[in-house]
């Protein structure tokens, strides 16, 4: 007998298609969309519906063959997949620009994952409060997120400081770690990370803006008539 997959058996790359597919149905839930094709969903998000229906399978398919997904359903069924469907607390250590930037965005919040702590070690910061949250000293940290029974944290320290931070949410509990520090971390079994590196992915975008330039570079005519270094009169001298 086959099998069944388990529901976190997946490829690393349906579940970060997994966000994407819940943002665009929840902008068409928004507009009154009640039923979407995978074909319609797939399009939208530039990516072949046969990938789309691949990844729900995963889940169980949620349709019937040739049957359009009903979005007021299969909203709170990513959801729930995902992990969202109730409110995850969430802390930030790390109170400088980045670490207020992320405080400041309400979004984190809407989207399921509201601010219970934002800590620091600089006496300078302690005690400010960004949007109604204050600014703690890291010390308290862990009876925070014993209290909230916070799992997940963000990381937005300078590189120095990052590993120390990680083992300090790791004995305190936290389980899922957002690192924003440019380092690699070391977590036991059990701790998951995800890095964000913002210098690695504006440099991977440089590539791709170089790669267009120089293919329309290429695509340009060395001798068409008024190219740079080139005028009209060469090759049509006088005898």
């Known amino acids: 007998m086959r099998k069944k997959r388990r529901g976190c058996d997946v490829p690393e790359a349906t ?42 399978h995963y889940f169980g398919g949620f349709s019937r063959p040739g049957r359009p997904y009903q979005v007021e359903k299969l909203v709170p069924a990513l959801e729930q997949i995902i992990g969202i469907d109730e409110p995850v607390p969430t802390i930030i250590v ?3 620009h980045l670490g207020q930037a992320l405080a400041n965005y309400q979004n984190l919040g809407l989207q399921g994952f509201p601010l219970h702590g934002i800590f620091d070690v600089n006496p300078r910061l302690i005690g400010l409060e960004i949007r109604g949250q204050a600014i703690r000293d890291l010390a308290d940290m862990p009876d925070i997120v ?35 520090a440019p380092t690699d971390l070391k977590v036991p079994e059990g701790v998951v990370v995800r890095n964000e590196r913002m210098a690695v992915g504006i440099m991977a975008l440089s590539f791709k803006v170089k790669c267009i330039l120089e293919s329309r570079l290429s695509e340009s005519p060395a001798d068409e008539v008024g190219a740079p270094g080139k005028t009209t009169a060469e090759g049509e001298g006088d005898d």
């Open 15 to 56: 579940i970060h298609r997994l966000p994407l597919y819940l943002e665009k149905l929840k902008l068409l839930q928004a507009i009154g969309v009640e039923d979407v094709s995978s074909r319609q969903l797939a399009e939208s998000l530039d990516i072949k519906a046969s990938q789309l229906r691949h990844d729900f």
């Open 94 to 96: 790390g109170a400088g």
């Open 146 to 180: 014993k209290r909230d029974h916070i799992l997940m944290g963000i990381i937005t320290v300078p590189a120095a400081n990052a590993q120390q931070v990680a083992d300090r949410m790791v004995e305190a509990g936290i389980v899922g770690i957002f690192n924003f």
